[in-house]
């Protein structure tokens, strides 16, 4: 059912729609989002707009539909399929990671509502790290060279995984994805500012490919890249070849928990990565 989520009455209407077709919701995921690759004075009032209102205020929209239908029935979950720059923002992506912040702080609010009426009905998140999704081939870009995820890379395979995990045991409070999401998230909290310089050395190019972007791109900020049928983008970007089918990480949480699987090792690799930085921002 193709649906504009910035628009809460279509949002709505998909919801009704699914019920009387297929039945009660039992999982509803927010996952849609639209970004612009651009520094801050670069991006039009109107495009900060637009990808708040589908990045952040879409997942408000389909939360609300879900919750409408779960709470009088106390049962359900809702998942909200987060990203490692929702705690932690990037050079060239504000709005999507304003957006995404955003969304932590809802989850956040709404997940204490639920344990505090006792509901049946619960909520997590999911923090996903660089995906090999076709994002970088439409979303608005006013980079001088090819967009491209920060390595270590994933296949969509293992986003879909985590959040099929999430929907079957959404009492977790989040979950965190790939060893890359740990580090960063964990490494944000420890040394913040050294992560800013960090950032401010490398995180222009490690987003962009040596390739000059293609300049006829479609941008899928105002309307679907496919609008007019013509291409089935799928589910995988444009690279294969340099992206990891599984996640080691991921594997461990699901068997020993997050404390067990982000313990020790995490913390050497947080150390590790607030050391790399500390050399990089001092040369």
């Not at 879909?160 to 964990?186: K, N």
Request: charged letters at 20%; proline letters at 7%; hydrophobic letters at 40%.
């Amino acid at each position: 059912m193709p649906t504009d989520v910035a628009d809460s009455a279509q949002v709505e209407h998909a919801a009704e729609r699914a019920e009387a077709e297929l039945g009660p919701i039992d999982v509803w995921v927010n996952v849609a989002f639209t970004g612009v690759f651009a520094p801050v004075s670069e991006i039009e009032p109107a495009e900060f707009r637009r990808v708040t209102e589908v990045t952040y205020l879409g997942y408000v929209h389909g939360t609300k539909a879900a919750l409408a239908r779960m709470l009088p029935r106390d049962r359900g979950a809702v998942v909200q399929v987060g990203s490692a720059l929702a705690h932690r923002g990037v050079p060239l992506q504000s709005a999507y990671c304003a957006a995404k912040h955003a969304v932590q702080g809802f989850h956040e609010s709404l997940r204490c509502e639920l344990l505090h009426d006792g509901s049946g009905v619960a909520a997590t998140m999911v923090h996903l790290p660089a995906m090999n999704t076709p994002q970088f081939d439409w979303v608005r870009s006013r980079l001088p060279r090819q967009a491209q995820p920060v390595p270590p890379i994933y296949q969509p395979e293992v986003a879909a995984r985590a959040i099929l995990r999430a929907a079957d045991h959404p009492r977790r409070r989040e979950y965190w994805v790939g060893a890359s999401t740990v580090q960063t998230i964990l490494g944000n909290r420890i040394a913040p500012g050294l992560l800013d310089r960090y950032l401010a050395r490398g995180g222009y190019s490690a987003q962009q490919t040596g390739e000059p972007r293609d300049p006829d791109q479609p941008a899928n900020l105002w309307e679907p890249a496919d609008a007019a049928g013509r291409r089935d983008y799928g589910a995988h970007g444009s690279f294969d070849d340099r992206s990891k089918g599984s996640s080691a990480q991921q594997w461990a949480s699901r068997r020993t928990g997050r404390l067990a699987a982000a313990g020790a090792g995490t913390a050497a690799a947080a150390g590790y990565l607030a050391w790399r930085m500390l050399r990089r921002a001092g040369r």
